[in-house]
């Protein structure tokens, strides 16, 4: 990092599945036209699964904090905190496992930590200026949910309601939901709340200045 530029800020947004921390994500980056900023997606630092066989890639639990590779995302936010480009990796969701390809990854001044475990590693909360835990009922969340993967994933309904039951609810309470302990800001609602998205886009105007 050069000494003319200061540490990029590193904002963290969490919530369950379905919660709206990625609109909230993407409204940051609308509300901040004048500042370079990236969407950091911990989804692509699940785990390397090419030495499983198929059938057993199918069974990841992909709610549980054993399923991503976080030393890697730490690693590499460190590479981007330090003004260094990085190659990050993508996961093919259709072979359940790391995709050969890398996405190249330019530092920017503001880095947007978006998934759903960011703050349960306190590695990865200690590197983040702004926690924010996106907190939207579980009715909410089912339906959205239901509603993204029936039609952009081609599921069915009964498959979403019984991989909700069966492992994103009791891993959302488990793992999730007790991370808000750590946020500095929790927004009701998600994308729809927009005077804490308006407050929070303020408070990091003026750690830019």
Same mark, same amino acid.
């Given at each position: 990092?050069?000494?003319?530029?200061?540490?990029?800020?590193?904002?963290? &947004?969490?919530?369950? =599945?379905?919660?709206?921390?990625?609109?909230?994500?993407?409204?940051?980056? @609308?509300? #901040?036209?004048?500042?370079?900023?990236?969407? *950091?997606?911990?989804?692509?630092?699940? @785990?390397?699964?090419?030495?499983?066989? *198929?059938?057993?890639?199918?069974?990841?639990?992909?709610?549980?904090?054993?399923? *991503? %590779?976080?030393? #890697?995302?730490?690693?590499?936010?460190?590479?981007?905190?330090?003004?260094?480009?990085?190659? /990050?990796?993508?996961?093919?969701?259709?072979?359940?496992?790391?995709?050969?390809?890398?996405?190249?990854?330019?530092?920017?001044? &503001?880095?947007?930590?978006?998934?759903?475990?960011?703050?349960?590693? /306190?590695?990865?909360?200690?590197?983040? %200026?702004? @926690?924010?835990?996106?907190?939207?009922?579980?009715?909410?969340?089912?339906?959205?949910?239901?509603?993204? %993967?029936?039609?952009?994933?081609?599921?069915?309904? %009964? =498959? &979403?309601?019984?991989?909700?039951?069966?492992?994103? /609810?009791?891993?959302?309470?488990? *793992?999730?939901?007790?991370?808000?302990?750590?946020?500095?800001?929790?927004?009701?609602?998600?994308?729809?709340?927009? &005077?804490?998205?308006?407050? #929070?886009?303020?408070?990091?105007?003026?750690?830019?200045?």
């Amino acid at each position: 990092m050069t000494k003319s530029k200061k540490r990029p800020i590193v904002i963290g &947004v969490t919530g369950g =599945s379905g919660s709206g921390k990625t609109s909230v994500s993407r409204s940051i980056l @609308k509300t #901040l036209p004048n500042h370079s900023i990236l969407l *950091f997606e911990q989804d692509s630092y699940y @785990k390397d699964q090419s030495h499983l066989s *198929f059938e057993k890639r199918l069974n990841t639990n992909y709610d549980h904090p054993f399923a *991503f %590779d976080t030393d #890697l995302l730490i690693e590499q936010l460190q590479q981007l905190m330090g003004y260094h480009a990085i190659d /990050k990796p993508i996961y093919d969701y259709e072979a359940h496992t790391r995709s050969k390809e890398v996405i190249h990854q330019e530092p920017k001044e &503001v880095i947007i930590v978006e998934g759903i475990l960011i703050l349960e590693d /306190k590695r990865l909360r200690d590197l983040m %200026d702004i @926690k924010v835990y996106v907190d939207t009922e579980d009715d909410i969340r089912i339906i959205r949910r239901i509603k993204r %993967d029936m039609e952009e994933r081609g599921r069915s309904l %009964d =498959s &979403v309601i019984d991989q909700y039951l069966s492992v994103v /609810k009791p891993m959302h309470h488990q *793992f999730i939901e007790p991370t808000k302990k750590y946020a500095d800001i929790i927004i009701p609602e998600g994308g729809e709340n927009q &005077v804490a998205i308006d407050l #929070l886009t303020t408070k990091v105007e003026s750690i830019l200045k």
